[in-house]
């Protein structure tokens, strides 16, 4: 129902800035979440960052807070991830991912498994080096 193209990754130094952007298609709603996750090589895929798109509320990993911020664009159906300050340990493929999160359920426990996405883009490589 939901298509979603990452695009924005490339090879960066350490402290230096990247904007990913995630393009949306197909049946999108209002009541669903979009969101940024990451995958470095040999680890588990882990969360970044969520927004509701509909409200524009959002949810950011630890890891990431104040230095990550996502964003969208209704009128391009797009959502971005505006990257600054980045460390070596950003380096991962980060991928775009969409679903369906319940608005009193807006949290952690709802928001950083990856089992309660449902749509996912193809990824974008981000590598930061040191």
């Known amino acids: 129902q939901v298509q979603l193209v990452e695009s924005g990754g490339g090879l960066v130094q350490a402290g230096s800035s990247l904007r990913l952007s995630c393009a949306a298609s197909?049946?999108?709603?209002?009541?669903?979440?979009m969101a940024w996750f990451r995958q470095a090589p040999g680890k588990e895929r882990e969360f970044v960052a969520a927004?509701?798109?509909?409200?524009?509320?959002?949810y950011y990993a630890d890891s990431v807070k104040g230095r990550f911020t996502i964003s969208r664009d209704n009128t391009k159906n797009t959502v971005s991830l505006q990257m600054n300050s980045l460390k070596p340990e950003d380096t991962a493929v980060y991928y775009c991912a969409a679903g369906t999160i319940r608005t009193t359920a807006w949290g952690s426990s709802s928001l950083i498994p990856v089992g309660n996405y449902d749509y996912w883009g193809q990824g974008t490589q981000v590598t930061v080096s040191s």
């Open positions: 927004m509701r798109y509909s409200t524009g509320s959002t």
């Open positions: 197909g049946r999108t709603c209002s009541s669903c979440a």
